[in-house]
């Protein structure tokens, strides 16, 4: 206990000083210092190992999370952290090593990405692990506070195995590896996992989303980090960053987060670039995260702009990372035009013949009007905003 403390101060002194010394890629990594950090409730005293967390796009303010292992079931907690309601899946009978859970929105609709992905047996090449892994695709339910039963028939189920091309020694032939991390990117709409490892590189995989239940193979996409990032220790060594327990990506696909017990590292997307070359980019460390009881679940909120992390422990507390350098849905005065945001409208004085357009965050226009107010009602999250040679990036809220 004594040196596990004296590491947590270790880590939290040098976080504080100086940029962290362990490198991505071989480059040493700058600090992020955009996001503050506070408890925003406790976890259901009934939920003892959280292991995954997701923010609801159906009921803003609400969250979907589950637990490590037990009945096959999600559950959605209230902004206080209490249990609004409880999901549970007909099929698997069992939850075994659920170990993430992520949102996909496509064709209107908003789906549940549960992971059983996790293999402990895989670890220093001492046994051969699974071959067949599990993905469970739902619908989002309606939150109302009623607990329901999600049918079999209603229950997408992805099987995957890998492709072999992680190749190391603690997964023996690459077919077998341990996992924490499930995300969907938007943009390229594919599945991502990425591996969790103690003493070896860790490699992100893809497959395509297709409707249904498939069988499927995960494909090797990139390693993330290189030979010049290796341990002098073990994933108990803060300044190495192996043993990856959580990632995410925003609902706009232009932001990623990964973490594991000490660290949470952030990359930004360029445009709609594929995710190796966003990976091959030096992230950033998020200086505002400290070590939690068990960190194994983050996830982005719908603005794209802040983000939670949960803990496994009992009545763990679940943290906001609020964004401090994003201009807001409010008042925004400038030299050449003022804009307010109230009420599904965007309202621009000054526009002198100039017409406002307004794009998403990989670069589309989602809309153009010469005249204010603008209505923005379907549109969530930061956008850009232009007005002549004015741009400003504004949060259109939830």
């Not at 499927?216 to 390693?223: A, H, I, K, L, S």
């Not at 995410?248 to 232009?254: E, K, P």
């Amino acid at each position: 206990m004594k040196k596990h403390l004296l590491l947590s101060l270790i880590t939290i002194t040098l976080g504080s000083l100086q940029a962290w010394a362990f490198t991505f890629n071989g480059q040493t990594i700058n600090e992020n210092k955009d996001f503050t950090r506070s408890e925003i409730c406790k976890a259901d005293k009934s939920l003892e190992e959280i292991s995954g967390i997701a923010c609801s796009r159906s009921t803003e303010g609400y969250f979907w999370v589950h637990v490590d292992q037990g009945d096959p079931k999600i559950y959605a907690l209230n902004p206080d952290g209490s249990i609004k309601q409880t999901v549970t899946l007909e099929f698997p009978t069992k939850n075994d090593d659920w170990e993430d859970i992520c949102m996909a929105s496509i064709d209107d609709k908003n789906y549940i990405l549960i992971g059983c992905i996790g293999d402990n047996d895989v670890k220093d090449g001492k046994s051969k692990g699974k071959q067949t892994y599990y993905i469970y695709r739902i619908e989002e339910p309606e939150i109302t506070g009623t607990n329901i039963s999600i049918k079999k028939n209603n229950i997408d189920v992805i099987t995957y195995t890998y492709d072999g091309t992680h190749n190391i020694d603690d997964c023996k032939d690459g077919k077998s590896h341990n996992a924490e991390t499930l995300m969907f990117d938007p943009i390229d709409q594919k599945i991502y996992i990425a591996t969790k490892h103690e003493k070896k590189i860790n490699a992100l995989y893809m497959t395509d989303w297709k409707s249904g239940s498939y069988t499927t193979t995960m494909q090797w996409v990139c390693d993330l980090g290189n030979l010049a990032d290796m341990p002098k220790g073990s994933e108990k060594d803060p300044n190495d960053f192996l043993y990856l327990t959580a990632g995410d990506i925003s609902a706009d696909g232009s932001k990623i987060l990964i973490k594991n017990k000490f660290h949470i590292l952030s990359w930004e997307r360029q445009g709609s670039e594929s995710l190796s070359t966003t990976f091959s980019r030096t992230p950033q460390h998020i200086a505002a995260y400290r070590e939690e009881e068990q960190g194994e679940a983050v996830a982005w909120a719908n603005n794209g702009i802040d983000f939670y992390t949960a803990s496994e422990g009992k009545e763990e507390p679940i943290f906001r990372f609020k964004n401090t350098q994003t201009v807001s849905a409010a008042n925004e005065t400038t030299s050449t035009c003022n804009l307010f945001v109230a009420n599904g409208q965007l309202w621009v004085d000054n526009l002198n013949g100039k017409t406002i357009s307004i794009y998403n965050l990989v670069g589309q226009n989602m809309l153009s009007n010469a005249q204010s107010p603008v209505n923005i009602s379907t549109l969530r999250g930061i956008h850009i905003v232009r007005i002549g040679t004015f741009s400003k990036k504004v949060n259109f809220g939830y």
